[in-house]
């Protein structure tokens, strides 16, 4: 139902404990009983809808964001100029149109590969790294597993003709997005690409701390023989380090990092 409703509902339900003393005790002030419930019920009512709620803690007018909210968290559009950014717990992810990072991020492996036909990226955001990974026309499949649902419900609520590369992603049957954690379908299938591409943020959930040598030898078993991982080293310190442990070779370009077996 939405934290707003969540929250207007604890504040009428806080009413009762005015009707109970008007009920139950006889030296309770019967006004002032009273007036305790009437004012929780008033202070539900003015309690605002999920998108005008969300928006005060966004610092912008309601009719300027987009809300999607489930049991995994918040995910929200805000207008900035011409600009569609995406705040993801309250933090910024990614924008539309695509940032130049996440398009490298998913560029530069399927350009460095001499024949990337299957792509496997790990986090959707606004889409970028999944539409910079099919630049190439030898692309012939980009698999996205993304574990918040509600990025594609957003995206549908924007207006598409202003991003051409998001409504290319939504109508290519070359993309698919699935929503289900990306170690999960590396555990659970044998199938190995030409490329996978990790675009997993170091937030406040401190996802970056499951990057580890255990992580990076599944992705390792998961490529082809002339397979390219890629990440980028904005997303963690730890990254380079680690997967180092793991592959045998590393090419560094800016702040992509490309691992391979050979």
Known sequence: IGTARTFAIIVAISSIFGFCAFLKKKNAPKLLSTIAAVISIGLACFIPGNNGFWAVFHGTPSNNITISEDLLGLLAYKKVGNKEVLHV????????????????????PVLIHKNPEEVLVIGFGSGGVSWGAGCSNKV????????????????????????PGLHQILSDPRFKITYSDGRLALLLSEKKYDVIELDVWNDNAFSSTLL????YSLLKSRLKKNGLFCTSLHYS??????????????????????FSLQ
């Open 140 to 163: 012939k499949a980009v698999n996205c597993y993304e574990v918040r649902k509600g990025e594609i419900d957003i995206l549908k609520r924007i207006e598409l003709n202003k991003f």
């Open 89 to 108: 717990q309250g933090r910024y992810m990614a924008k539309l149109p695509f940032a130049d990072n996440h398009l490298l991020l998913g560029v530069i």
């Open 237 to 258: 310190e730890v990254v380079l380090t680690t997967a180092a442990s793991v592959f045998p070779y590393v090419t560094i370009i800016n702040d992509i990092v490309v």
């Open 212 to 215: 580890s040598v255990e992580f």
